[in-house]
């Protein structure tokens, strides 16, 4: 394509895959104007993890984090409504203190503010997704849905389970318990302890077990 980019139809896999920096222009018409791929991204976030001209702390199991203010109102609308406030948190050199989550999450959620991207994990994913609820970030929140429906299997599906029951996530919490009702033999099989966890909540026990 006009960005050097290789297009592939993968008919075995039904599927067209994106070879990318590769160098290549399109055809002989542009050989001396290759556009490499794009660097804001890796710029945003070096700016986040470099706290020179940060402007605003959040504090997170005692670690503190640093960020701009301008990206955060500019990106969010919750703490365009905190930091535009007259509250303590809204004040020259306030610390913020953020709850609920864990220090790993909460960098994520930044990032994405930051990138429009998440990288995620199995660790992080349900603290992730409460957040982007609680922020309202809509984007971040499917990203996150998407990754346990497309991720979930004998060793996850349990724990995602408990946690989005906890958590209030709906969504989730019918996503992975319809996986489990379905998968529930293989999950016996491959993860039994997984399955242990259920015996703590019996109303969500009682959910797994009445289709089987």
């Known amino acids: 394509d006009g960005d050097g980019n290789v297009i ?4 075995g896999n039904h599927c067209i895959r994106k070879l ?5 222009s399109r055809g002989l018409a542009v050989p001396r104007f290759y556009v490499g791929p794009a660097s804001m991204t890796r710029g945003l976030l070096s700016m986040l ?3 020179e001209f940060a402007d605003t702390t959040f504090e997170v199991e005692g670690a503190r984090i640093t960020a701009h203010r301008a990206l955060l109102v500019t990106r969010s609308a919750f703490f365009r409504g905190m930091l535009k406030s007259s509250c303590r948190e809204a004040q020259p050199g306030a610390i913020i203190r953020v709850g609920e989550t864990t220090a790993a999450a909460f960098r994520k959620v930044l990032a994405f503010l930051y990138t429009d991207t998440l990288e995620l994990d199995d660790d992080v994913v349900i603290d992730v997704m409460c957040k982007a609820r609680e922020y309202d970030l809509t984007r971040a929140y499917t990203i996150c849905m998407r990754y346990c429906i497309r991720g979930a299997q004998s ?4 724990s995602w ?7 209030q996530l709906g969504e989730l919490r019918a996503e992975m318990l319809r996986y489990i009702q379905r998968h529930f033999r293989t999950i016996r099989a491959e993860a039994p302890g997984m399955l242990a966890g259920l015996r703590a909540n019996p109303d969500l026990m009682f959910e797994v077990m009445s289709v089987l």
Not at 8 to 11: E, F, G, K, L, Q
Not at 20 to 24: E, F, K, M, Q
Not at 161 to 167: I, V, Y
Request: charge should be negative; charged fraction near 30%.
């Open 20 to 24: 990318t920096s590769c160098g290549l």
């Open 8 to 11: 592939v139809v993968d008919a």
């Open 49 to 51: 993890e470099d706290d």
């Open 161 to 167: 389970l408990l946690k989005a029951d906890e958590a």
């Open 155 to 158: 060793s996850n599906a349990v």
